[in-house]
């Protein structure tokens, strides 16, 4: 039996978080036995009782979990699709049963950011905080058009250079909004209406966990001690780590996290790993899911918008590697309890890049 009590205290706190996911201070088959179970664990009429008692009666119906429903291509929350009763669709994105959430009200406060510089993002009509063990948070957002860009291109792989110019030049708008602090948000200042990053330096959120992932990657014998020291020497107080005006960076910009019509983008989702930063971070981050040869068609688009990036590519190599040891530590945990083919293939390919990396430093 998890203890919850405990588990939240870790899981709410971001203040030593480079990516919540991977950095989130729980054991990995706590985190296999929280979410795994995450969409059976909440009824349907559980469900819309207490989310008709929230939005004082405005949601009419609510569908049962569709595991097959592009809304659930994420694996942190249960989403259900609902309808108002003046017609309009909204969903519901319902944190595990027992669990706190950290993030919506911040996670709110960046879509609004986005919806105010004109880029499209959802509404949010309603959030619930956690009560007890037996009640679970949820947040009512509203429906946007368009299916994620992944969708589109798997039935409409001819579109990928149009649709991967507009997520670069998506991207590079986002960056031009300026925000305060650097790394997650604190949700609590977000409840008072405050976006503020935990950090005051980009150096600091950078290297928020930078031990334990080393720690991690060095236990299981994919760096060596010698190679974690460089690491460590590397990153602990890098010149190029000295930025000033943060950014909002999205963090996980990823081609399910981009709704479309198959022309433009008609929608961002999934903002709950945004942080304060450095535009060259999204960069980085979006280039670990991919080839390498997509990376010339996103920056195309990216570039269209923003001008250049003082020492681009030296910041790309530095920050890509940090999320290259980010994503590994994450997968090396979840090997623990998941022995799928697919996380195998994840493994494979990231050790590719972090050797590729290493080599790059002569680490």
């Given at each position: 039996?998890i ?31 929280i ?24 949601v ?47 996670e ?35 429906k ?17 250079k ?41 150096t600091?959120?950078?290297?928020a ?21 460089s ?20 963090n ?47 920056l ?64």
């Amino acid at each position: 039996m998890i203890d919850l009590t405990k588990i939240n205290k870790a899981i709410a706190d971001r203040s030593n978080v480079f990516y919540w996911q991977t950095d989130r201070d729980i054991e990995p088959l706590e985190a296999a036995e929280i979410w795994s179970d995450r969409h059976s664990a909440i009824k349907d009429d559980e469900l819309f009782e207490k989310v008709r008692e929230v939005t004082k009666g405005r949601v009419l119906s609510i569908d049962s979990y569709d595991k097959d429903s592009h809304t659930n291509l994420g694996n942190i929350n249960s989403v259900r699709l609902g309808k108002l009763h003046s017609g309009e669709e909204v969903i519901i994105r319902c944190h595990p049963k027992g669990v706190d959430n950290g993030y919506f009200y911040s996670e709110t406060l960046v879509a609004n950011k986005l919806l105010e510089h004109g880029l499209v993002s959802y509404e949010t009509y309603a959030i619930h905080d956690l009560e007890n063990e037996d009640d679970f948070a949820f947040q009512v957002i509203s429906k946007l058009q368009g299916v994620p860009v992944q969708t589109w291109l798997e039935k409409n792989p001819n579109d990928e250079k149009n649709l991967i110019h507009e997520v670069g030049a998506t991207m590079a708008k986002m960056h031009q909004i300026k925000v305060d602090g650097f790394g997650p948000f604190n949700n609590d200042e977000a409840k008072q209406g405050k976006l503020i990053g935990l950090h005051n330096t980009f150096t600091s959120a950078v290297n928020a966990s930078f031990d334990f992932n080393l720690d991690v990657l060095t236990r299981t014998k994919t760096i060596t001690e010698s190679q974690a020291q460089s690491l460590y020497e590397l990153f602990e107080d890098n010149p190029l780590l000295k930025f000033d005006q943060p950014v909002l960076v999205h963090n996980d910009f990823a081609d399910w996290n981009q709704l479309t019509d198959g022309k433009s983008i008609t929608g961002i989702i999934d903002l709950d790993e945004s942080v304060g930063g450095h535009p060259v971070s999204d960069i980085a981050c979006w280039s670990t899911f991919f080839d390498p040869s997509r990376l010339d068609l996103f920056l195309e688009g990216y570039f269209s918008v923003s001008p250049e990036i003082e020492h681009y590519q030296e910041l790309y190599e530095l920050l890509r590697l940090r999320y290259t040891i980010s994503k590994m530590t994450l997968r090396l945990r979840k090997s623990t309890w998941d022995s799928s083919d697919f996380l195998k293939e994840k493994i494979r390919v990231g050790k590719m890049h972090l050797s590729e990396s290493l080599k790059h430093y002569v680490i």
